[in-house]
């Protein structure tokens, strides 16, 4: 197996969780050099990795396929200068702030002959998984309506782990940074939708970013909500599925990144991240109501879709078409929530 090189663009919470404890232990990567620009962090974590100070360091490195896990402003810049230095790229989500830029780095990407695709990583989710198995299974029949929702609490903007995140810049803000996770996942199950209504608003003492976000996602005879919340101490069903056959309803979240967070895991191609009977949802459907098992998530699963679209040929993990329709779904909603009307796709 013919390794690939990768270097990453930072090393907080993305770099730290999500990219390298899985290119670390992937038998089809090298994780070969990390950026970051005043910690040592990396150093500690990785003694073998290479250590650099600025992104041009890393594009400069033998590295093959760059990880852009910057903030979303950057997102556009640094995967230009990635393609122009011929590096294949993962870009974590959202992938940029406008369909304008996506177009423009999805030519660049086709015109030079390299990966370029988003880190939706959620579509490894257990929870994820186990709705599309339902659905491809047909047990529910034809669905009429899907509920999907990121509910969290956390009023206190003190207290924001990330405060670049609450900047008032293009990408920030509850709908780019989790309903982008909502609508690929959607776009995923059922396609491009018709037409996206939303409503968007600051509920937190001084939030000067959209932190509730409710959108709407219109197909023929389907209605798909998607929803995303700081201030929601009691949570609903993340997953809520019906069709003319049954329903299935989920409540909880994929446990992977508490797991890696808590340092209680490492990454493997085991069931690592296996919920218990207690955390699964509930099937309902003529032939009964049960609880249904999870399938167990791995974001493993992204990279092997990686290598696969790399040294395979394959398709990669988000297609560029589904890549720029996210976008264009975001900017919808946000078009919707200024004029009170569904903006079509």
């Known amino acids: ?68 896990n910057t903030p979303g402003q950057t997102h556009a810049d640094y995967c230009r200068q990635a393609l122009e230095a011929d590096k294949h790229v993962v870009v974590e989500k959202p992938f940029v702030p406008t369909s304008a830029e996506a177009q423009a780095l999805i030519r660049l990407a086709e015109e030079k002959g390299l990966l370029l695709t988003v880190f939706q990583n959620r579509r490894f989710d257990g929870d994820f998984l186990t709705v599309k198995q339902i659905l491809q299974s047909g047990e529910l029949g034809r669905i009429v309506e899907f509920q999907s929702a990121f509910q969290r609490y956390r009023p206190d903007m003190a207290a924001a782990r990330a405060p670049w995140r609450e900047e008032p810049l293009p990408g920030n803000g509850i709908t780019y940074d989790l309903c982008s996770h909502l609508s690929d996942q959607a776009l995923a199950l059922f396609g491009r939708p018709d037409g996206v209504w939303a409503t968007l608003a600051s509920q937190r003492d001084g939030s000067r970013v959209d932190d509730y976000s409710l959108m709407q996602l219109l197909y023929p005879n389907l209605t798909v909500t998607l929803r995303a919340g700081m201030i929601i101490r009691e949570e609903g069903p993340r997953f809520a599925v019906h069709g003319t056959k049954g329903s299935y309803v989920k409540y909880g979240l994929d446990p992977q990144e508490d797991l890696l967070r808590s340092g209680k895991a490492t990454p493997s191609r085991q069931a690592w991240a296996a919920e218990s009977e207690a955390e699964w949802g509930i099937l309902n459907t003529d032939a009964g109501r049960r609880k249904y098992p999870t399938v167990p998530g791995n974001y493993l699963g992204y990279y092997d879709a990686v290598y696969g679209a790399l040294r395979d040929g394959g398709p990669t993990p988000v297609s560029h078409e589904e890549m720029l329709t996210d976008i264009r779904m975001l900017e919808a909603a946000f078009e919707s929530h200024r004029s009170g009307c569904t903006v079509k796709i």
């Open 1 to 68: 197996m013919e390794k690939i090189k990768t270097g990453i663009a930072s090393f907080g919470l993305s770099g730290q969780v999500f990219h390298a404890p899985f290119l670390d232990v992937h038998e089809g990567f090298e994780l070969s050099a990390i950026a970051e620009r005043s910690n040592n962090l990396a150093r500690g974590a990785y003694p073998g990795v290479q250590v650099v100070r600025s992104f041009d360091d890393l594009l400069a490195t033998d590295i093959e396929l760059v990880v852009v």
